[in-house]
Nanobody, 122 residues
Framework: QVQLVESGGGLVQAGGSLRLSCAAS????????MAWFRQAPAKEREFVAA???????YYSDSVKGRFTISRDNAKNTMYLRMNSLKPEDTAVYYC????????????????WGQGTQVTVSS
């Protein structure tokens, strides 16, 4: 089993920045992809970004150029730096892992954190 704990969410004005962290523990594997998803009220959970074990990173079109994903395998921690935040970025952000490929499909990831709320005011 893998446990994931997100932190770093909060309230920020439009144009501001936040950095989310996801700490992993348990039977972690540096060979697994780590990803961020988000879910806004009354919407489906959607892919945000992923960091493949090879070093490759992937982003949704809506955050490309504004968000940066990174991971520190020595610390079993993943980060999401979010710049130029917009009100439409408001959501609960979840980290996920447990899949060795790359996918935007949430069904392929085995482990999820509880989420951290990000609220962007206009």
């Amino acid at each position: 089993q893998v446990q994931l704990v997100e932190s770093g969410g909060g309230l920020v004005q439009a144009g501001g920045s936040l950095r989310l962290s996801c700490a992993a523990s348990g039977r972690t594997s540096s060979s697994d992809t780590m990803a961020w998803f988000r879910q806004a009220p009354a919407k489906e959970r959607e892919f945000v970004a992923a960091a493949h074990w090879s070093g490759a990173t992937y982003y949704s079109d809506s955050v490309k150029g504004r968000f940066t994903i990174s991971r520190d395998n020595a610390k079993n921690t993943m980060y999401l730096r979010m710049n130029s935040l917009k009100p439409e970025d408001t959501a609960v952000y979840y980290c996920a892992t447990g899949y060795r490929g790359y996918s935007t499909s949430r069904s392929l990831y085995d482990y999820w954190g509880q989420g951290t709320q990000v609220t962007v005011s206009s």
